[in-house]
């Protein structure tokens, strides 16, 4: 059985879990306290030398990255529907992986890092600026469409929900951007959907 390893605040351990649930894979969670510094052990460092969550563990793979973890996934058990093999549609989903690792981390996540655990180094007028801009262009791109590419969702929604969805722990108010709402709510939807502290499940019809 596959072994995830991670912290349940931590939004990138979170998507590899949603992810897992998504595709209805069996899992072992096992919880690295990031407050109590497991991610600097030895026996920890031994399996993740960065010292990061999440780290997926299956058979003798080991895999860090929450974004090379879901590309893994998505190609090992999810097949074409998360993730195409063509260049172009490739080349958009992965667009979104890196605009995951830019400019929502610099925006939406580093504000949160801020505002909820104190991460004072952040500077966070340039975080919520860059959390405006993103959020802005999340919200006219989905103007047009239910998900972030094709008429499906991929694992490119995947990478960008986290964050986005967490967004008001970093203080950032999303009424101003109804079809990210709307986009969060489809997500929301989708069988095997499972929340964590600061995304609520959906309520039942």
Not at 2 to 23: C, D, I, P, T
Not at 63 to 79: E, P, S, T, W
Not at 125 to 138: G, M, N, P
Request: hydrophobic fraction near 45%; aromatic fraction near 10%.
């Amino acid at each position: 059985m596959m072994k995830l390893y991670g912290h349940e605040m931590s939004g990138n351990s979170y998507k590899v879990r949603l992810f897992l649930e998504l595709l209805n894979l069996d899992y072992e969670w096992i919880k690295v306290d990031l407050m109590e510094g497991e991610h600097k052990s030895p026996d920890y460092l031994a399996l993740n030398p960065f010292g990061q969550v999440p780290l997926l563990v299956n058979g003798d793979t080991k895999l860090a990255d929450a974004q090379a973890i879901l590309v893994y996934l998505a190609r090992q058990y999810g097949g074409d529907h998360w993730l195409p093999l063509e260049a172009l549609p490739l080349a958009q989903v992965v667009r979104w992986l890196s605009i995951t690792a830019g400019e929502v981390r610099q925006g939406p996540e580093n504000a949160r890092l801020y505002h909820l655990f104190g991460a004072t180094s952040i500077n966070i007028e340039r975080a919520h600026q860059k959390a405006e801009y993103i959020l802005t262009q999340l919200d006219s791109h989905l103007s047009t469409r239910t998900w972030l590419e094709f008429e499906r969702p991929t694992i490119a929604d995947v990478s960008v929900f986290p964050y986005i969805a967490l967004a008001r722990d970093g203080k950032i108010d999303l009424d101003a951007y109804p079809n990210v709402l709307s986009w969060i709510d489809h997500i929301k939807q989708l069988p095997g959907f499972v929340g964590m502290v600061g995304i609520a499940d959906p309520i039942a019809a």
